[in-house]
C-alpha cells in the first residue's frame, strides 16, 4: 500500500484572492468553504479523493519570512511554455528572482502573495 497527495495547503493572507488565482492556474472549481474561512478547491465533478491533489486555501496567522521550504511546480498541458507565462503573467503571477542564473530552462513565478512555483518547460498530458 502506498500513499499519494489529496491535498495541499497553502497558508495565506487572502484565501479568496488565492482560490481565484489558482482556480484559473488549474482550471479548478470551488470545492468547499470552511468556518476558519479555508476555501477548498480541485478539479471540477472530481473533488477530494480524485487523481488530482484539491489546494486549500487557509487563513494564515503573520506573515513568511525567508525562502518556502516548498513549491509547486507547473507544467502547460494545452500550449507552449511561453504562451503559458503570458498567461500566468496575465492572472496575476510575477517573476521571481531566488538568485537563478538566467539559463534555466524553467521560470520562477509568484502568486499574488509572494509564494514561489516554476513553470516548467515540459508540456505534460491532462488528467
Known sequence: MACRISELVIDCADPERLAAFWSEVFGYVEIEREDDGS???GPPGVGFGGPLPVLVLSPGSGPRTGKLPLHLDVSAT???QDAELERLLALGAAPADVGQSGTESWHVLADPEGNEFCLLRTRIRPV
Open 78 to 80: 494545452d500550449r507552449d
Open 39 to 41: 476555501i477548498a478547491i
